[in-house]
């Protein structure tokens, strides 16, 4: 089994700042405590309503840190055009709706393939890896890999969220749902991340399965440096994964 890398989405430190306009807290100082704290990856959503982050976080952060970005984005002509000035290490495409609190549900690329095909080829021709933000629906992996994808996410929040609801057995069968997702993208030649609503509490079974390769966490960790700091949570959520992948 490789190693587990850890993305950590700063997208709520700007979430913070933003409640108050002010400059403070700082997403790029977030990321350099991260990066220090042993985060493999930083991962930042420009959302199309900029709600958290903004076009000069992005800017900063692609100077800023040491290790690499993972931009995510809509697949809007606007967010392509930023994403091959800005050259991050990889673009997450997913679905975005305005009214969403959050990323609901995986992209739908088997609806969308003949564009989406067109979409990324700049991308990777800029030396972006792209990725699919999916859920485990064996057409969407196909169609991802028929497109020439280089990754795909799988989304964790139904799982999360059964975990959390403690529906038991409805979160292991989302977890067998979720094997057979990463096992077949494997197969396809895909690299497997995942991600999504994961917590200290619900990171193991995830961490565990062996096709994933990265894990991007973003809410749990901003809300939890609240009570322990940053650097803490991160160390605390990076202990957690290695000792899942055994
Ligand atoms: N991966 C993707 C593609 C996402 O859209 C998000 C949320 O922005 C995450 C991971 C992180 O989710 P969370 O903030 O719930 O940890």
């Known amino acids: 089994m490789g190693k587990l890398r850890l993305g950590v989405n700063i997208d709520h430190v700007a ?20 990066e220090a704290a042993g985060a493999d990856g930083i991962t930042a959503h420009l959302r199309e309503d900029r709600r958290h ?28 055009a930023i994403a091959l000035q800005t050259r991050p290490h990889a673009v997450c495409l997913v679905p975005e709706r305005r009214e969403e609190r959050t990323t609901e549900g995986g992209l739908d ?63 292991e069968a989302e977890l067998e749902a979720l094997r057979k997702a990463a096992a077949m993208a494997h197969g396809l030649g895909l690299e497997v991340h995942a991600g999504h609503g994961l917590t200290f509490a619900n990171v193991a079974p ?6 994933v ?21 991160i160390e605390e959520m990076r202990h957690r994964m290695d000792a899942a992948r055994g």
């Open 15 to 34: 979430t913070l700042r933003n409640a108050r306009g002010s400059a403070w807290p700082d997403p790029l100082r977030a990321a350099l405590l991260a």
């Open 53 to 80: 982050i903004r076009d000069a976080d992005i800017v900063a952060l692609r100077a800023g840190i040491g290790i690499p970005l993972n931009f995510e984005c809509a697949a809007t002509d606007e967010m392509q």
């Open 109 to 171: 690329v088997a609806g969308d393939q003949a564009r989406l095909t067109e979409y990324l080829k700049p991308l990777r021709d800029a030396g972006c890896r792209v990725s699919m933000f999916i859920g485990h629906d064996p057409r969407q992996i196909e169609a991802s890999a028929r497109i020439g994808a280089a990754v795909v996410e799988l989304h964790t929040g139904h799982y999360s969220d059964l975990h959390a609801e403690g529906r038991e057995d409805e979160a």
């Open 206 to 211: 995830i961490a565990a399965m062996p096709e």
């Open 213 to 233: 390769m990265e894990l991007n966490i973003g809410h749990f960790l901003i809300g939890e440096s609240v009570y322990i700091g940053l650097g803490r949570a």
